[in-house]
């Protein structure tokens, strides 16, 4: 309750004054919803929504799981040797300045409309931070500990395993952390070409001019987008809490 | 450099910073590949261990998965590992602690864990880079009394790397301390003080004379 109620505050007032503004005619409604109108958008429309909900939410899940995978498994790989990262990770860097809106009417050529074009924006928008992050961490491995594991003979995969890895655990945790928001973006933005959930539904009431609706969408995307980022946070809570700094409960 | 290391000494390895300590050690660990010269040792292949400046522990392991590492990374069994970390950490004075992770310890708890994790190898060789110079002046002289009290018992050889003269003189059998141009020695003295070392020690006259000794070829460099 302590944690909740300072972000509260500002919420309460924020909508309180909106709603005050847009009824006094201060901000014309065909601009800027009442936040009484977008609560009702989303009873009125409560079915359609929930159906986009759950299709944006598994598009963005399966598209940020592809991508912490595949990072993650990039990041090694080119992690293992000096020539490999420089003849790779341009290519990797490609990922993070692609306009994913160009791209997107290419992936519906490839994937067709529906699921998997939405999927693959998901997952190109949200890969890039996983690599660079995984990578940093998996090279910044302090160099006593590399040393004291090969003097106890410790192959490259136990060094991996039992040093390496571990040790980039913050840091594949921060990518994370970007990553989510990401992929939920990525999701929504490959929809408006792709056709389903709740990027669909903003494009189709934005031709509507339902900009209650719009917002009522929008304000779901976002949820989804705390939702993800609170369980990467829960994750790393529970992973770190005991020694590293960034999440330290100690007595 | 020509030197040579009997088993079982206790060899302090003093210089001015720059000198080739740390590279010495590190060539003698087979971390480092050496320019020229050559490391005989006999026999030729048996357990070393090696405990840096800072205690260089993995933060995500409790104090007893980390003294159990080297048996771990060696092919040890979960028993046996376990039931040797547990006699090291108790000689170093940690069995309390062993479900403690690194960052609920205190400096020289973890370097105390660092110890028992290199010695839970039993090593033949104990190589030691300033091990003790980031903690304060009683934890450090409490940690070298009970490092001393270790070698007694366990028979090992230490090479023990310091810019500490006290440390030196209070420590070891012999003390050798490089010049600063790469490789050179400029003095190889066996420390004349009684085998048994308590802090006692550190205000007699015949630890300030081999103090003397030392700071004189230190600042002659």
Known sequence: ?251 | MDLSIEAGEFLAVLGPSGCGKSTLLRMIARLSVTNGGRIVTEPEQFQTAFVFQDAHLLPWRTVLDNAALPLELMGAGREERYTKARAMLAQVGLAEAETRYPAQLSGGMRMRVSLARALVTEPRLLLMDEPFAALDEITRFHLEVQLRDLWQRRGMTVIFVTHSISEAAFLANRAVVMTRRRGGIKLDRRIDLPAQRTNDLRSDARLGHEMRLLMGAMEEE
């Open chain 1, 1 to 251: 309750m302590k944690k909740l109620l300072p972000p509260l505050i500002p919420f309460v007032v924020i909508t309180l004054a909106l709603e005050w503004m847009v009824r006094s005619g201060f901000l014309p409604r065909y601009l800027v919803p009442a936040p009484s109108a977008v609560l009702r958008a989303l009873v009125d429309s409560r079915d359609e929504l929930a159906a986009a909900m759950v299709k944006t939410s598994a598009a963005a899940l399966i598209g940020f799981a592809l991508s912490t995978l595949t990072g993650v498994a990039i990041a090694v790989i080119l992690s293992s040797s000096r020539a490999i990262q420089r003849s790779f990770y341009p290519y990797a860097v490609f990922f993070q300045t692609v306009p994913i809106i160009a791209i997107a009417p290419l992936l519906v050529i490839w994937f067709g409309y529906g699921m998997k074009t939405v999927i693959a924006s998901a997952f190109i928008v949200s890969i890039f931070p996983v690599i660079a992050n995984t990578l940093t961490g998996l090279l910044s491995t302090d160099p006593a500990l590399r040393d004291l594991f090969q003097l106890y003979g410790a192959s490259a995969t136990v060094t991996l395993v039992k040093l390496r890895f571990p040790a980039a655990l913050p840091q594949i945790l921060t990518g994370l952390r970007v990553a989510s928001g990401l992929a939920v973006i990525g999701a929504i933005v490959g929809e408006f070409i792709g056709g389903q959930g709740l990027g669909s539904v903003v494009d189709v009431a934005r031709t509507q001019q339902r900009v209650d609706k719009v917002f009522a969408a929008v304000l779901l995307a976002s949820v989804l987008g705390l939702a993800l980022f609170g369980l990467i946070n829960l994750i790393s809570a529970l992973t770190l809490r005991r020694w590293h700094a960034s999440e330290a409960t100690m007595e």
